[in-house]
């Protein structure tokens, strides 16, 4: 007798099933994107194996996810041209599964792609994009969409969510305040803060100022080749109980690199540093900088439930979401 | 024979069952209200006459309204004191059907019996709330919250959603200034704006002072006699080319008011009167006042929803909403 491996998941399913998970997983949520007899065929394996993955029942009592599944597809604006941007990347790994959970289609653009082509733009019911794309202005306007973070409401027919910068200097504020710095800094490269006196940098000037904290911007270009000079130099010029904020993940990579390579990470990084942005960019550093959780996945998702709201009502009132960080563990 | 009426709507059906239109809503909606033997007569009554209404059939699909059947009571915090405030009036008239469909248990209870019985909090799991009632002390900060209005975020574990007064104040120097007013004046009540300069004031005395039309503060108490000869003196005052803004509908039927005693509303009214807020207080008067809508049912929507996440999942970062005014008709 051959050995007949148990339907313990998802995987093991569409193996017997000889489909994809993706197919299998289509099947259990009765998609309209496959034939009946793909899905019978499917669920009688399943049903023969006594496998109701758990999810499946919860969807049963709650269906939350058939609500939008009329919708669709979502165009993802991916705005990455020389580097992977760290907010992309975040947004996309939580919006991948949610998309599969509403069952609603949506596909990853990158700007230039759609710059290239922008006929690709009739395919698509809605938009999803961060920051400020160049590209947008291609985008008709009667294409429901929504934004998150960025300079400014770029469009009309649009909601837009962004993080709490007064909260977030709160934190970071909070954070170099009880280490009992007596000077700060904070970090950001010029060719990502497009946003003339951006409030996180403008309110932690003042606030720490206030506080007597003497503190100034470290402003760097991305292809400064002095950063670590004028870090040492910034270092050496006063106290030694110095606070280092992180303007976003990337600013903190450079500042954690630039104090790696003075030697000096080991000395500030868990007390004296804090970076916004909770991003894996900066899990590797050890010891750990304070990371400042802007929880992009729930910004993911009320970003993506505005936009299914917007699909099926269009016209309705826009929204402005400011949404707090997480508070410090 | 006797005469059989057809069971084509909710109400033909509630009348063959003898039972209320909401009672036979909940009876198709297999609401957990009733009991399973009248929820059985009823739908046996309906499927006898094939009565299959549209939205039930939706519902089956998309099944929105199971989605947060499991959580609640919810407490609505009435602040009504004298008079009935006729933003908690428009977000409970929305607020009603939405908790049915939601299948959520609500209750309202006016800020003074809270203050006279506390107690009466034991009962609930969530609190939602309007303006800045004096009683949310009393309410224990582990109940999540949700806030419509109101000066500044009260409690934590509490998201909020307000109007965005850039663009209501936007709305209101364009209307007036398509009127081509020569000088104008914003109406506001002080015990009812009772945040220091408040946007809506502030930024649209600025922007018409900006555009050259000389614009003041007609401001005015709650028990004032003299408001209609104040009115009268500031139109005398100067050019008849006037705009009026009222600050809200309250503020709108002092000056709606204001003007139909002095017998200028038939000149005023359709022109050169604004009033903030699309309530039922104002349609009384004719010719119309232009109304800013602030779409109260889509703000309590919203509300409720990010009340409901904040149930499901508590902790989550807190949102602060900035909803857009409808654009004038």
Redesign the interface.
Known sequence: MAYQRKTRNLHDLAEKAGVTAATASMALRNSPRLSEAVKERIRRIAEKDGFTPRSYNRKQ????G?????LGPVLFLDNSVDETDPIGAALLAALGPMMNEYGVDFQVVNQRELAAQPETLEKFDALFFYNDPPVLELIPERIPAVQVFGWEKQRRNCDR?TA?DGQIVALAVEFLRKAGVERSAIFWRDDIVRIPDHPRITRFLAEMNALGIETTEFRFGKYDTDFTGRLKQYIEAGSERIGFFGFNARCGVKLCCGLDSLGLLQKYSPTNVIVCDNSVLLRDFWPNPALID??LP?MAK?AL?MLFWRMEQPG???????????PLQ
């Open positions: 009592e709650n269906a939350p058939k609500r939008f599944s009329h969510i709490n802007l929880d729930l009320r439930e309705i009132p826009e929204a402005f979401v400011l949404q707090a960080p997480r």
